[in-house]
Nanobody, 124 residues
Framework: QVQLVASGGGLVQAGDSLRLSCAPS????????MAWFRQAPGKEREFVAA????????YYADSVKGRFTISRDNAKNTVYLQMNSLKPEDTAAYYC?????????????????WGQGTQVTVSS
């Protein structure tokens, strides 16, 4: 069983930066592809970014491309989401997720483990 603990959210102003962290426990996360999703009130959960297990290939939603960067540190067993040039529309609860097998997948239903979510609020 894998438990994911996400942290780093907060209240910032438009244009600011935040870095989210996700640290799986229970098993090494080298075996998993990792991703971040977000969900705003009244909206569906949406894909933000993903990183594969072995090659470290990264994928982004168009809405965050060029502003957000996903990375993983296997030695620290941690995945990060660096968020720059934040906009009010980035306001949401952000969730990290782990997918067994390590390959890229965009849909939330393809992930096996989820963190508890960390809130990001961007004021204008």
């Amino acid at each position: 069983q894998v438990q994911l603990v996400a942290s780093g959210g907060g209240l910032v102003q438009a244009g600011d930066s935040l870095r989210l962290s996700c640290a799986p426990s229970g098993r090494t996360f080298r075996s998993y592809a990792m991703a971040w999703f977000r969900q705003a009130p009244g909206k569906e959960r949406e894909f933000v970014a993903a990183i594969t297990r072995s090659t470290g290939n990264t994928y982004y939603a168009d809405s965050v491309k060029g502003r957000f960067t996903i990375s993983r540190d296997n030695a620290k067993n941690t995945v990060y989401l660096q968020m720059n040039s934040l906009k009010p529309e980035d306001t949401a609860a952000y969730y990290c997720a782990a997918r067994e097998g390590g390959s890229y997948y965009k849909g939330w239903d393809g992930y096996d483990y989820w963190g508890q979510g960390t809130q990001v609020t961007v004021s204008s």
